[in-house]
């Protein structure tokens, strides 16, 4: 880690089915802000969404390549199992009622490290859930959207793997991603990233002997880990490789960050993300999300590409 770096999560990237569905369901339902849409560099012909909050920092992004007509994915090892949100503590009830009101699939609350927990399914069948964290309603909310700021999203509370084996990975979140095992409950070993409050903590779930994931709707893709900047991503990159023996994809430039990939051991695609530039690296906080913004090498093809998209409403 270079000092200036803050670990945690930067985004979690899923797949879904239509495009105006799972806008939708983020904007309206969740209440979260579209900060870009975009497409998928290496498929144009798909949009790519990025949701999060007022001005798409990390640990509040998560982002969607939604395909029409995918196939549903199956759930098993090797795959991010769930993405959990942190909502204040006094708005558990604003989203239980919330959930019911507009018929999403949920279970009753549980509780998990102390934490009282909503697990739900976006129309996919994605595997979400709300936390309720005490003193975070004086954080920033964007309040742009169909819930009130009292009770609005805060970013990630964590996201949890499930895996044949937890120690491997472990190693590579304590290592290499600046995160610290700090509690074990049941099959469930939790990683803390420092003192990040947003995207700052994995739970690492062991379930030898399950089917490994199929992708599909409602599949997690990747899971992107923060990197301050180019230098902290090639430390990172430099000690996967010298302590782990993992090598990762060249740097690719993703516009609103750089990035490297990599399987980690239990087969769950790692990416690491650089914290620059930023969303707002192509059009002003103000209006983001409001554009379809492509990145140069594909706006000579803008007519074509724009001409198979759907239509968004």
Known sequence: MTSASIPGIHHITAISGPAQRNLDFYTRVLGLRLVKKTVNFDDPGTYHFYFGDETGQPGTILTFFPWAHVAPGRLGVGETQETVFRVPEGAMG??????????????????????????????????LALVGVPGIEGEPAWT????????????????????????????ILTDVLGFT????????????????????????????GFLPARMGGGSVHHIAFRAADDAAEMEMVRKLQENHGITTTEQKDRNYF????????????????????GFAADEPVSSLGAALKLPSFLEPRRASIEEVLPVLV
Do not use: N
């Open 258 to 277: 750089r990035s490297v990939y990599f399987r980690e051991p239990g087969h769950v695609l790692f990416e690491i993300a650089t914290d620059v530039p």
């Open 181 to 208: 095992e700090v509690a074990r409950e049941g099959d469930l070993v939790r990683y803390r990233a420092g003192t990040t409050q947003i995207g700052g903590i994995v739970d690492l779930r062991g379930a030898g």
């Open 94 to 127: 604003y989203w239980l009622h919330r959930l019911v009101e507009t018929g999403v699939a949920h279970q009753a609350p549980i509780e998990r490290f102390g934490d009282k927990v909503i697990p739900f399914k976006d129309p996919d069948g994605m595997r």
């Open 144 to 171: 742009g959207g169909t819930v009130p700021a009292e009770a609005a999203i805060r970013g990630f509370h964590s996201a949890s793997l499930l895996l044949a084996d937890t120690a491997p990975t472990g190693a």
